[in-house]
């Protein structure tokens, strides 16, 4: 399909506000602000309004005034409702959203039923945006905006991080942290306001909420995330406009915020760092890992401590000791004979014994289970805050002289494993390699 | 040090680390703290102490600015405190903060180097260097990758201390820099507290454990929404005292009386 200029420029400011936009608002989204965001866009809609009935005619430069006027007033009102009543946040956002957008949609239908200029305002697209009547001078505005918005987040990186991140420390080390929530929310209206004629003021949180919110699936680190957010507002703005270009009738802002859900929902279900899936993974080969250890060490208290010390064990000797299932046993039991951990001790029958390297495993896992159970039972009161039990070295956690302490407890009462067999191995080697010299 | 002169004579003499005069703050009317009025001359290694709602945290965040005071001034180093922010360090409450927050350790570490570093700069080379040494001096540098939800919470104690190291303040104030650790990570944050100490640092943290303060400080300031004493922990950490903070509950003086009666340190 062959793509008219303007068209093309079209994409290209949107593309580049929602990349704006996807940057700006995952500051919002981490500052906790992301409702402001919403708030103030539907409190934008009485703003146009005023304005078009002020001039009497469809001057978007002035209508984007009067939205970023109502839009601000909005959220000042919200801001002093918290700050000097006692009406909880949620309720003032709640309120301050309604009313405003109410009466918006008042004025808007006043507007369109003026008989000599109302068809002339164009409002609905304001109201659910609309690509195709942007004309070049809107695009050029949202590039300028586009473009402050980025070197904004790029400039102020570590501002903006400090206060959302913990302003009260912030405001300890003296930055002005009102000032610089004004500036983030000056950001987040500036590109609310230049989004209004391509997605509307219903829907143009998604592009501040969604782009951050798809990227903190695939990462844990904020630099990521906002360059992240950046990519992902772009594509969603370019996919959405394409396709709302393409498809005439329908209104631009809800196929982007589709295209964006799509992308939520991909880096939802595939996202790398905390996607459904990964976790889904993770979780699996955690219980696996788990399930290993504990098979080991039993495979160990049977081979070696108990009282029927090297003889081998069967799935049912599992089962003796732990509520698994009996499939979960014999899966388990494949796994550690595929990692060379145990051997059948005869091809076709249900009894294993340890390998060679099992055994140092087993011994280590013995060891770690031990001393965290010792370690517990020591110091009831560090429980939640020290103990990692999926980690097999305590000494990662606990300070060394607790671990060499707790080591000699066990040692003490007889309950340290010490591979016997192993060192009895070694000492007859020794006297072998004496005799020979 | 300020020179201050006397006739014709001027001296150096050493700052007052802190001066709380006439401090008042309330909450919807209710007040938090009450009168305080609080002069530490020569740098201590103080903690707070006083029971539940007594205002210890308050009175952090009042000398930090971190919330209004209805009346009353404080000083650091004979300034108000908004020109010495640069020589504060603050740790707050563990609890205070979003631990999904998406920054690594090192990344909270080196926020302690953005009050020196002013406006838009970023850190470089030499606040990482600096912040890995912080991180070392808590046991956490192989931690500094990690996403900071993934530690413990005695760790994560410590990943605000070394933020506060990273400060490289004259003065800290610590909301319960010991709260929610095991014994051995105690320890070893008190043998942080007390390098600063010999470093000639002033440290004012709020204590819970009234157990440990004798041990750990030599210096105490009993709060309960007034002041009640505040001096070096062997002429004020008193059973008297002690009851005057607390009021009658006795579970608690029990406790308290097998403390003193162990004896100091």
Known sequence: MMLKYNTLIVLAGVSLLGASAGMVGSFAVLRKRALTGDALAHAALPGLCIAFLILRERN????????????????????????????????????????FFGSGIVLSKYIQNLSNIGSRAGLESYIFGKTAGMTRGDVYLIVVAGLLGLAAVALLYKEFLSISFDSEFARSLGWPVYLLDLLLMSLVALAVVIGLPAVGVVLISALLIMPG??????????????????????AVGLVGTWLSASLDQLPAGPIIVLSGTTLFVASLLFGKQRGVLARWIDQRRFETMLGLRQLLRIAWE?????????????????????????????RLLATAQ???????????????????????????????????????????????????LASLSIEDYVPTAVVQQLTAQLQAAGRWPVDGERSERRRESLAERERRS | MTTRSFGHQSFEVMPTVLDIHDVTVAYHRKPVLWDIDLVIERPQLAAVVGPNGAGKSTLIKAVLGLVPMASGRVQVFDQPVARQRKRIGYVPQRESVDWDFPVSVLDVVLMGTYGRLGWIRRPGKAERERARECLAKVGLVSYERQQIGQLSGGQQQRVFLARALAQEADIYFMDEPMAG????????????????????????????????VPQYFDYVVLLNVRLVAAGPCDQVFTPANLRKTYGGRLALLDTVGEVLEAGPR
């Open chain 1, 60 to 99: 978007v430069a002035a209508m984007l005034l009067g939205a970023l006027a109502t839009g601000v007033a909005g959220i000042m009102i919200i801001s002093a409702l918290r700050r000097w009543t006692r009406v909880r946040e949620d309720a003032a956002i709640g309120s301050v959203l309604t009313v």
């Open chain 1, 213 to 234: 919110a798809a990227a903190r699936f695939w990462t844990d680190r904020l630099g990521t995330l906002l360059v992240l957010s950046g990519i992902f507002g772009f």
């Open chain 1, 302 to 330: 049977h081979q070696a401590e108990g009282p029927r010390a090297a003889s081998p064990f069967s799935s049912a000797d599992l089962l003796v000791r732990k509520t698994w299932t009996e499939r979960r046993a014999k």
């Open chain 1, 338 to 388: 595929s990692a060379g951990l145990v051997r059948p001790v005869a091809t076709g029958t249900d009894l294993f014994e340890l390998t060679p390297s099992g055994r140092d495993e087993a011994l280590a896992a013995t060891r770690g289970h031990r001393l965290w159970e010792a370690f517990l039972a020591e110091y009831p009161d560090q429980a939640n805050s020290t103990a990692n």
């Open chain 2, 181 to 212: 650790v095991d014994a051995a990570t105690e320890r070893m944050i008190f043998q942080v507290l007390s390098d600063l100490r010999k470093a000639g640092k002033s440290i004012i943290a709020v204590h819970h454990d009234l157990r440990t």
